[in-house]
C-alpha cells in the first residue's frame, strides 16, 4: 500500500518561501514517478511538478518555473518542493502523488495514481 505524507505548509508573506516534504517508502519512490498537485478553493486540482522515479527528469508547471524546486532525498524517503518567491495565486492545498504516469504526462493532466492528504499553503498579499 502506498503512503504519502505532506508537511511543511504554513503562512508566508507574498515573496516568501516554504519547503514542504513527503514520506514515503522506498519502493513508492522505485516504483513510481513522485509529483505535486495543488488545489485552490473553487479551482480544480492542477500540476505543479513531477520527478520521474530515476530523478533524472523534471518537469514543471509554466506558473511556477524558476521559482519551485523538485528534489528528493532517497536516504530520508522523503520528497521535497522547495517553493521561493511565493505569490497570492499559489496559495492552495498541496498534494504529493505517485504514479505511473510519465511526468510529461501529468503535466497534461493525468492524474496519479496515489495522493497524500495535502497540505495547505496560504500566501499573504
Known amino acids: 500500500q502506498v503512503q504519502l505524507v505532506e508537511s511543511g505548509g504554513g503562512l508566508v508573506q507574498a515573496g516568501g518561501s516554504l519547503r514542504l516534504s513527503c514520506a514515503a517508502s522506498?519502493?513508492?519512490?522505485?516504483?513510481?514517478?513522485m509529483g505535486w498537485f495543488r488545489q485552490a478553493p473553487g479551482k480544480e486540482r492542477e500540476f505543479v511538478a513531477a520527478?520521474?522515479?530515476?530523478?533524472?527528469?523534471?518537469y514543471y508547471a509554466d506558473s511556477v518555473k524558476g521559482r519551485f524546486t523538485i528534489s528528493r532525498d532517497i536516504a530520508k524517503n522523503t520528497m521535497y518542493l522547495q517553493m521561493n518567491s511565493l505569490k497570492p495565486e499559489d496559495a492552495a492545498v498541496y498534494y504529493c502523488?505517485?504514479?505511473?504516469?510519465?511526468?510529461?504526462?501529468?503535466?497534461?493532466?493525468?492524474?496519479?495514481?496515489?495522493w497524500g492528504q495535502g497540505t495547505q499553503v496560504t500566501v499573504s498579499s
Open positions: 502523488t505517485a504514479g505511473s504516469a510519465s511526468v510529461t504526462a501529468q503535466a497534461a493532466g493525468v492524474m496519479p495514481r496515489y
Open positions: 522506498r519502493q513508492t519512490f522505485s516504483d513510481y514517478n
Open positions: 520527478l520521474g522515479w530515476s530523478a533524472s527528469s523534471a
